[in-house]
C-alpha cells in the first residue's frame, strides 16, 4: 500500500510541477557524474568496451544504494520525513509534464513559424541532426520523441517505482540516461556505451510492451482511430533498430493516421530507417498537441492501474 500511495503522490505533483528549473534535478547530477566518469574511465581504462561496463555498473550501483540509504536513514528519523522524501524521489524520476512541456515549446515556435528556435528546442529533447529540417521534418520528429519518451520517461519510470519504490526507479533512470549519453553506434562510442545501450535494451523490453498497450487503451478513450492503431501496431512495432522504440511510436502513428520515422541524420551521418504508419493524412503542427494529449491518457492510466496491481499485490 505504501508504494501506491507514492505512485499516486508523486504523480500528481509531476503532473501539477513539471520539472521547475529552479529546482536541482537529480538527473541531471547523474548526467554530471556521467560526463565526469567517463573522462576518468578512458584515461584509466584502455578497452573501451571494459571501461562502459565500468562507468554503467559505477553509475548504477551509486544511483541505487544512495536514494536506499537515504530513505533507510529517513525511516529511522520519522516515518513521515520517510513518506514525503521518497514521495520527492519519484516526482523526480517521471517526466510526464516536462515532455509536454518541452516538446510544446517546439509546438509554440512553428506556430509563430519561427524555424530558427523551434530547431533549437527540437535539439534538446532529441539526439538527430535539427539543422536541415523542415516544419514538417520538425513537427513528425516531435510527435515521434513524444510517443517514444512516453515509455522511457512515463511508463517505464512508473513501473520501476511500483516494483522497488525510489532506489529502483532511479537505477532505471542510470541506465536511461546512460543509454542516451552513451549509448551511441559512432566511433566514439561504438564500444564505450554498448553495455549500456543493451542494458537499457534489457530493461525497457517489457516495459515498451506496456505502454503500447495503454497506449490503444488510450487512444479509444479519446477517440481517436483506435482501430488503425492496432493494425499499424501489429505490423510496424518491430520497424526499428531498437527492439523497443517502435511499440509506442507504430501505436502513435496509427492513432494519428500520419507517417512517422523515416531517415534521419546524426552527427552529420545519414541512418537509414523504416517509416512507420501510413501517410493517410499529411501530418500537421496540431498533431504534436494530439501526441501530447494520448500520451497523458496513457500516462493516467499506468499510474491508476500499477498503483491498484501494487496494493493488490501488497494485500
Known amino acids: 500500500m505504501r508504494i501506491s500511495i507514492i ?12 520539472d521547475p528549473n529552479w529546482l536541482p534535478h537529480p538527473i541531471s547530477f547523474i548526467g554530471n557524474m556521467i560526463s ?13 568496451f571494459l571501461g562502459g561496463v565500468v562507468l554503467s555498473l559505477f553509475v548504477i550501483i551509486f544511483c541505487f544504494i544512495t536514494p536506499f540509504a537515504i530513505l533507510e536513514v529517513a525511516k529511522n528519523i520519522n516515518i513521515y520525513l520517510y513518506f514525503t522524501i521518497e514521495i520527492y524521489f519519484c516526482f523526480q524520476i517521471i517526466a510526464t509534464k516536462s515532455l509536454k512541456v518541452e516538446s510544446m515549446k517546439v509546438y509554440k515556435f512553428l506556430k509563430q513559424e519561427d524555424l530558427k528556435n523551434a530547431k533549437k528546442y527540437l535539439s534538446y529533447i532529441v539526439g538527430r541532426d535539427t539543422e536541415s529540417l523542415d516544419n514538417t521534418d520538425i513537427t513528425k520528429a516531435t510527435v515521434e520523441t513524444i510517443a517514444e519518451n512516453t515509455t522511457d520517461g512515463v511508463i517505464a519510470p512508473l513501473i520501476f517505482i ?5 532506489p529502483l526507479g532511479f537505477l532505471y533512470k542510470a541506465v536511461n540516461t546512460l543509454d542516451s549519453m552513451i549509448g551511441y553506434k559512432n566511433e566514439n562510442y561504438l564500444y564505450f556505451g554498448k553495455f549500456a545501450a543493451r542494458l537499457d535494451d534489457v530493461l525497457n523490453f517489457i516495459p515498451a510492451r506496456i505502454a503500447a498497450l495503454l497506449m490503444l487503451m488510450g487512444s479509444f478513450l479519446i477517440r481517436l482511430d483506435t482501430k488503425n492503431a492496432i493494425k499499424i501496431y501489429l505490423r510496424d512495432r518491430k520497424k526499428h533498430k531498437s527492439p523497443n522504440s517502435a511499440q509506442t511510436e507504430s501505436v502513435c502513428a496509427g492513432a494519428l493516421n500520419i507517417q512517422l520515422a523515416g531517415d534521419a541524420y546524426y552527427f552529420g551521418k545519414l541512418a537509414k530507417k523504416q517509416t512507420i504508419g501510413d501517410s493517410n493524412k499529411e501530418i500537421i503542427t496540431e498533431d504534436i498537441k494530439s501526441a501530447n494529449k494520448l500520451m497523458y491518457v496513457t500516462a493516467i492510466l499506468g499510474a491508476i492501474i500499477f498503483s491498484l496491481v501494487r496494493g493488490f499485490i501488497w494485500i
Open 7 to 18: 505512485i499516486i503522490c508523486a504523480f500528481i505533483i509531476d503532473m501539477v510541477f513539471g
Open 36 to 48: 565526469k566518469g567517463e573522462k576518468i574511465i578512458r584515461k584509466l581504462i584502455i578497452n573501451e
Open 162 to 166: 511500483a516494483i522497488g519504490g525510489a
